[in-house]
């Protein structure tokens, strides 16, 4: 009787193993991010957190902004999206991180020939 029952929770277990693994071959969904997925920098957090109420950060990671665009970016997602307005020192806080962590690529590495198999 306790060798069926053991073996029961083997089966389940091993489901939910596959379930898991499946689940992490999609897209990140926001609940399945964390801010360490992300380079560490001052105010990750903040930034993470701001961001991830509606879309994933990956989807912010792959940007490149100056200052000035992200925060036209911020602006856009409040009046566009209805993004609750960040407080002035919050709204530094995920601009810095930003800005320092996904900065507009220079311009000399915009043009001309990439070697692949550096990036
Ligand atoms: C209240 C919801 C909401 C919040 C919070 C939010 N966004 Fe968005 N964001 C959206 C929606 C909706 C889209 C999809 C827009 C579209 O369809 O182009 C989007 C798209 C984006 C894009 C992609 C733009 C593109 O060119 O594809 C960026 C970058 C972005 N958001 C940045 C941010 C950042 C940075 C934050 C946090 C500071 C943030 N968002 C928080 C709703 C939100």
């Not at 071959?25 to 903040?46: I, V």
Request: glycine share 8%; hydrophobic share 45%.
């Amino acid at each position: 009787m306790i060798g069926r029952i053991r073996r029961a929770g083997l089966v389940l277990g091993a489901g939910l193993l596959f379930a898991a693994s499946s689940a992490l071959a999609q897209a990140p969904a926001p609940s399945e991010e964390t801010p360490e997925m992300f380079p560490a920098g001052p105010n990750r957090d903040e930034a993470f957190y701001a961001c991830i109420a509606c879309h994933n950060f990956k989807l912010v990671a792959a940007q490149g902004l100056s200052r000035e665009k992200w925060g036209e970016t911020l602006d856009w997602m409040v009046s566009k999206h209805n993004m609750p307005a960040l407080e002035a020192e919050e709204r530094g806080k995920v601009l810095t991180y930003l800005a320092e962590t996904f900065p507009a690529k220079a311009p000399a590495q915009q043009g001309g020939w990439k070697n692949p198999f550096l990036n």
